[in-house]
């Protein structure tokens, strides 16, 4: 895992916006903590141009499946999508023969990494 910068909580604005509901109401809601996760298929899920042609992924299985996981901390201004700022609380990368146990690894990390910020936060 990278070293990360040193965090100052207490200098960190939570990732929250005012909406309109409806008949004048109001929601403040937004974004805690996240799971950002992204797989590239065998081949590495990329197209290459090599010697004028174009190549998919089964040009190149030698390019196992893998994924890249983070959990994050939310912060400052929510873009439209209720996205801001990112803290990287954890971070992991995958690699196995087939998307099926890629998946299996990545779900079984995340479950792992939410129980235990859940026992954190939680009394």
Request: one cysteine or more.
């Amino acid at each position: 895992m990278k070293e990360r910068e040193p965090v100052f909580p207490e200098v960190l604005l939570p990732c929250v916006r005012w909406t309109d509901d409806c008949q004048g109401k109001k929601d403040y809601d937004g974004r805690l903590v996240s799971i950002s996760t992204r797989y590239w298929p065998r081949g590495g899920g990329f197209w290459v141009l090599r010697d004028g042609e174009f190549q998919d992924n089964d040009a190149r299985p030698e390019i196992r499946p893998k994924a890249s996981a983070s959990i994050v901390l939310n912060h400052g201004e929510p873009d439209k999508y209720g996205y801001g700022n990112y803290i990287v609380i954890a971070e992991q990368d995958f690699e196995a023969d087939t998307e099926a146990e890629v998946k299996a690894l990545v779900e079984a990390w995340v479950a792992e990494q939410f129980r235990a910020i859940a026992r954190k936060i939680l009394p």
